[in-house]
């Protein structure tokens, strides 16, 4: 079976703070892809990145990056220098081979950037 | 690239009333789109998966007579509320599957349709 777990319910920080948002996975397939989305108040899912479990190269992307480490199965995301804009509830997810295209989503965790 | 369009992204009905929201990939071809419903301050959960041609497969404890979803072109998926009750009333998201290769695959999200039933 497929899970994924974000403990994180809420993180509330103040502007120009990093925010590290936790992702741990399960699953017993060898070959997977991990998601991270943003959703903001609007409502809309942004894709921000996804990864393929063969590739565990670790990405900077602007104030974003990623950390994938398979040891302990987990998938975190940084937001450096967070900004009000970055306020939002950000899911990961997983997709695996036998699952017929559908993700698995986390909880959740909402991001609050106060000014 | 990679856009997903819903319609309405807002919907008020009375009680009783069908509703239909439409889904289209606009640059791109999807054999399959998903639906999903969320509610506030939870995730989003998997409705059915809805493959061009053919019929859709509905997630255990979804009514497929309550949420019909027809899947008629490549580019457009339709799901439609019939007889809806103020319990319906959620936020109705759908997704593209994209993938030129399974290494690329990867799912595009619509902006979501609000439906309120009063």
């Known amino acids: 079976a497929q899970k994924v777990t974000q403990a994180q319910t809420e993180i509330s920080v103040v502007e120009k703070e990093d925010v590290t948002l936790d992702c741990v996975y399960e699953t017993r397939d060898t070959t997977y892809y991990l998601f991270w989305y943003k959703q903001p108040p609007s409502g809309e899912l942004v894709f921000l990145i996804r990864?393929?479990?063969?590739?565990?190269q670790n990405e900077i992307s602007g104030r974003y990056s990623w950390n994938f480490q398979k040891s302990t199965s987990s998938f975190n995301f940084t937001i450096t220098a967070s900004q009000v804009v970055d306020s939002a509830v950000y899911f990961c997810?997983?997709?695996?081979?036998?699952?017929?295209?559908?993700?698995?989503f986390g909880a959740g965790t909402q991001v609050v950037v106060t000014p | 690239g990679a856009v997903v369009s819903q319609h309405p992204s807002r919907v008020i009905c009375k009680s009783g009333t069908s509703v239909k929201i439409e889904c289209r990939s606009l640059?791109?071809?999807?054999?399959?789109m998903f639906w999903y419903r969320q509610f506030p301050k939870q995730s989003l959960m998997l409705m059915a998966t809805s493959n061009e041609g053919s019929k859709a497969t509905y997630e255990q404890g979804v009514e497929k007579d309550k949420f019909l979803i027809n899947h008629a072109s490549l580019t457009l998926s339709t799901l439609t509320v019939t007889s809806a009750h103020p319990e319906d009333s959620s936020f109705y998201i759908c997704?593209?599957?994209?993938?030129?290769?399974?290494?690329?695959?990867?799912?595009?999200f619509g902006p979501g349709t609000r439906l309120l039933v009063l």
């Open positions: 640059d791109f071809q999807a054999t399959t």
């Open positions: 990864r393929n479990s063969f590739d565990e």
């Open positions: 997810a997983l997709l695996t081979t036998d699952s017929w295209g559908k993700l698995q």
């Open positions: 997704s593209a599957r994209s993938y030129g290769s399974s290494y690329q695959e990867t799912q595009y």
